[in-house]
Structures are given as structure tokens and as C-alpha cells.
């Protein structure tokens, strides 16, 4: 099992540009999450889907958006980049019932 | 809204013991977990605790969890260079488990 994947690993964007943040798991889990890291401020919730078909916002939606494409894929979208987006992005799978969730290696994103 | 809070840096000697602490405000926590993250890699779960113990031990952690005081610690025995890293408390939140974390504890070890 690869566990959880994501792709690119290094992206820089310049302001106003879109791009699409991908993830996979390939452990059959119902829930997915999208995480961001910045220096001192620990990982903040982006969105999180409990199940296929179903998204919800978390701590720091605003100017992403997402789309369970079905179980294994859950995509981040960035319409319009802002330095303020300047990260490392997460995403987490976790089995239903289970505590632990499982993490991908991260997507580190520059926007200048 | 809840909050959990760690020192950010610790620094001890090869073959000491780490103790690195958090505190959290959520009272309703289930789980208490620590993920410990490497250089340039993703979060992996160390261990946890369930809301009902006061202590869990595996092989060199042991993990406290003081309920009255919203104080939970970590303490890596014998510790190796290895063990140098970023370490992050969480807790569990709601039902579909969204976790709460802290700003980690970036701890480095010396010879």
C-alpha cells in the first residue's frame, strides 16, 4: 500500500494563478481532510469530507475549494493564489471508527 | 474555541529523558494524540491516549494526562538523536474527528 500520496511535492505560483492540490489513499477510508502548516502555528484545518459525496469547511476555507471525487481522491483547489497561501499543504485519511488519521508527505506551495 | 498550546523548542543531551508538555482547553476531548513529524516528511502518529487514563507506556514513551489540569506530556526515555523532530499535540474534536493541533515542539538532541 502506498498509504496516502500527493502531488506536486514543490509548486511556486504567482499571484492570481489557479492550481489543483491532489490527493490519494488507497486504505479504503471514508474521511479525508486537507490540512495547512505555516511556521509556529501548528496544522490548520482547510475542508474535510466524512464520506464520499459530502465536504465540509474547516478552520481556514476561504479562497479554496474542494471536491471528493470519489473515495480515494480528494482534490484542493486554489482559484486565485495569494502570497497569504504561501504553505505546506496536508492531506489526512482516516478509516471510519478508527483514531488515528493517516498523513500524506505534504505539497509545498509558494505564491509570489 | 478549543486551543492547545506547547513550548516551541526543547533542547537535551543524548541519553537523557525529554519531557515535552501541552495544554489543551477542550475538556470533552476523547483522544489525546502526539504526531511526530521529520524533516521534509508528513505527520505520524506516535501514540495517544483515551480521555479515561491517566498514563500510557510504550516501550520508551510514556504518555501523562492530568484531566483536571488540561495537561498532557510526553516523555521519550533514553533519547537519541533520532528522536530529533518536530512534535505535535492534538486533540480530537467532534465526531468526525477533526483534530486540534498544537504549534509543535521542535526538539534537538546533542551529543
Known amino acids: 500500500n502506498a498509504g496516502v500520496t500527493q502531488t506536486p511535492k514543490f509548486q511556486v505560483l504567482k499571484t492570481g494563478q489557479s492550481m489543483t492540490l491532489q490527493c490519494a489513499q488507497d486504505m479504503n477510508h471514508n474521511s479525508m481532510y486537507w490540512y495547512r502548516q505555516d511556521p509556529g502555528m501548528g496544522l490548520r484545518l482547510i475542508y474535510y469530507s466524512a464520506s464520499e459525496g459530502t465536504t465540509d469547511k474547516g478552520e481556514v476555507p476561504n479562497g479554496y475549494n474542494v471536491s471528493r471525487l470519489n473515495k480515494r481522491e480528494f482534490s484542493l483547489r486554489l482559484e486565485s493564489a495569494a502570497p497569504s497561501q504561501t504553505s505546506v499543504y496536508f492531506c489526512?485519511?482516516?478509516?471510519?471508527?478508527?483514531?488515528?488519521?493517516?498523513f500524506g508527505p505534504g505539497t509545498r506551495l509558494t505564491v509570489t | 474555541g478549543e486551543d492547545v498550546e506547547q513550548s516551541l523548542f526543547l533542547s537535551v543531551r543524548e541519553g537523557d529523558s525529554s519531557v515535552i508538555n501541552c495544554t489543551y482547553t477542550?475538556?470533552?476531548?476523547?483522544?489525546l494524540y502526539w504526531y511526530k513529524q521529520e524533516p521534509g516528511a508528513g505527520l505520524q502518529l506516535l501514540t495517544y491516549i483515551f480521555s479515561n487514563m491517566d498514563m500510557k507506556q510504550d516501550q520508551r514513551l510514556t504518555v501523562l494526562l492530568n484531566k483536571k489540569d488540561k495537561h498532557l506530556s510526553l516523555r521519550i526515555a533514553d533519547t537519541q538523536t533520532g528522536d530529533s523532530a518536530i512534535y505535535f499535540c492534538a486533540e480530537r474534536d467532534g465526531g468526525y474527528n477533526k483534530l486540534i493541533f498544537g504549534a509543535g515542539t521542535r526538539l534537538a538532541v546533542h551529543p
Open positions: 489526512a485519511s482516516r478509516d471510519q471508527g478508527a483514531y488515528e488519521q493517516y
Open positions: 477542550d475538556s470533552s476531548s476523547t483522544y
